[in-house]
């Protein structure tokens, strides 16, 4: 996924657990990416999280994933989770986030879920199934300490962001067939025009790149524009090795 803008904080340690929980944090205020970057790599603030994400969308990296944050007042769950903080575009007690925002930590969660082997968001406000992530692999910061991070609009839609994130999963991890056989002609050849110019980003199939290229050398395309209709039966032959491609 991309991220926007990159200041890498001073403030971490090197992470000894596999990454299998994700903890969404709230900035308490309207911070910029570049602010909250500032404020994590002042060493004596002993704070940070490995991404950030600003009232405009923007995503920023802190701490490189393979290593543990300063987060969540608990370096056990610091040390399993990818912490993130999102900025607020309205103040307490419920510390809303902005829709730009909002969109931009689905596409990164769905994208941690995908490199990480996380099957499914789980959540069931459950202090209790802390740990058990094959309950619950969701935290949030109150858990740890006498805050109300992430604020009760984020909290309240943990249900609704891991249901978001757990549809697109569902889709990004369907095969190519089973993909074309639910759409209509129009819709398989758009999907494959789509993965064509965005074969490198999250919008697009893994087996994008690779079908492409074997339906450029087969004629069905050029390669670099719509030529015209292809049939489902004809773009099934670009989805060609989708379930072995993972």
């Known amino acids: 996924m991309k991220i926007d803008y990159t200041l890498i904080s001073p403030n971490s340690s090197p992470r000894t657990a596999a990454i299998d929980t994700i903890t969404i944090h709230c900035m308490a205020g309207d911070l910029t990416v570049e602010q909250c970057g500032r404020i994590f790599s002042n060493p004596s603030y002993q704070a940070s999280s490995n991404y950030g994400i600003g009232s405009d969308g923007r995503l920023a990296l802190y701490v490189p994933e393979n290593r543990r944050s300063w987060c969540s007042s608990s370096w056990r769950n610091d040390d399993r989770a990818i912490t993130i903080e999102v900025a607020n575009c309205g103040g307490e007690p419920d510390w809303p986030v902005s829709a730009a925002a909002y969109a931009t930590l689905i596409e990164l969660l769905t994208d941690i879920c995908l490199r990480h082997g996380i099957p499914r968001l789980l959540w069931h406000a459950d202090p209790a199934l802390i740990g058990q992530v094959d309950k619950q692999n969701m935290t949030v910061h109150r858990w740890f300490a006498a805050k109300a991070c992430p604020g009760d609009y984020l909290f309240n839609h943990h249900y609704d962001i891991a249901h978001e994130v757990n549809n697109k999963l569902e889709v990004l991890r369907m095969t190519g067939e089973q993909i074309l056989a639910a759409l209509s002609d129009r819709e398989a050849?758009?999907?494959?025009?789509?993965?064509?110019?965005?074969?490198?980003?999250?919008?697009?199939?893994?087996?994008?790149?690779?079908?492409?290229?074997?339906?450029?050398?087969?004629?069905?395309?050029?390669?670099?524009?719509?030529?015209?209709?292809?049939?489902?039966?004809?773009?099934?032959?670009?989805?060609?090795?989708?379930?072995?491609?993972?």
Do not use: C, F, S
């Open 189 to 246: 050849y758009e999907l494959l025009m789509k993965a064509q110019r965005h074969a490198a980003t999250l919008d697009a199939p893994y087996w994008a790149a690779d079908e492409l290229a074997k339906a450029v050398e087969q004629g069905i395309t050029d390669g670099t524009r719509p030529m015209a209709m292809v049939t489902r039966a004809e773009a099934a032959i670009m989805a060609g090795r989708a379930g072995g491609n993972k």
